[in-house]
């Protein structure tokens, strides 16, 4: 079964990539969280001034930008839910950062199984959060088809989602929309060319801390929906 192919654009892709930065705030770390918070809100709201949005947002065109050779030009393509490793696939959840973070943290619980050793307490990842905008790429929408088909949206090894990623792929479309599998109401971006991706930059960091029986992200309790 195919879809028809039709044109997407977002501002607002969040993906998450491995970094060494640890977490850090933007005021620095010499400040409690409630400082934190105090000055944050000033910064927002305290000028005044009616700024346009392009101008609020100007922080961002001075952010790191994600390295987008290391998915599309990696000498070797990790199967995932969309690939079978033939091709790349850079994956994102729509609008919602906390989406982006669920699904990365199923992927670090089951990786901590191999990473963890018998004296530690816990595996540490340390994570960056990107933003992305994504246009115009032809992308078939799977989002109602595959919550009708649970084969399609099931836990690792992904044999039969990766059937239709060759299938999509192989046809010329440039990308899937599909429902987030960790996070429920969101959906997520598969794209399978880098030229639709305008830009991707870093927001914030954050670490996951996987423990034999919890997890906690930047050392707070992480409870899964």
């Not at 400040?31 to 709201?45: G, K, M, P, S, Y």
């Amino acid at each position: 079964m195919m879809i028809e192919k039709a044109p997407y654009t977002t501002s607002h892709a969040y993906r998450n990539i491995p970094t060494n930065h640890p977490k850090r705030h933007l005021y620095g770390d010499d400040l409690t969280e409630d400082e934190i918070e105090l000055v944050q809100f000033w910064a927002d709201h305290g000028s005044g001034i009616d700024q346009d949005q392009a101008y609020k947002d100007r922080w961002y065109d001075y952010n790191d930008p994600e390295d987008l050779s290391f998915c599309f030009e990696g000498v070797v393509v990790p199967p995932s839910r969309y690939t079978d490793g033939s091709f790349p696939v850079w994956y994102a959840a729509i609008d919602k950062e906390e989406a982006s973070r669920a699904e990365i943290i199923y992927h670090l619980c089951r990786q901590a199984r191999v990473d963890m050793v018998p004296d530690e307490a816990y595996v540490c990842y340390q994570r960056a959060m990107c933003k992305a905008a994504v246009e115009n790429p032809l992308v078939g929408d799977l989002r109602s088809f595959t919550r009708d088909h649970w084969h399609l949206h099931d836990d690792p090894p992904y044999f039969e989602s990766q059937k239709i990623g060759l299938q999509y792929q192989s046809e010329g479309y440039e990308g899937l929309l599909y429902p987030s599998k960790r996070y429920p109401k969101a959906d997520c971006l598969a794209i399978f060319n880098k030229q639709s991706i305008l830009s991707s930059k870093v927001v914030n960091f954050f670490t996951v801390e996987v423990y034999r029986d919890a997890v906690t992200v930047c050392g707070e309790p992480w409870q899964e929906l």
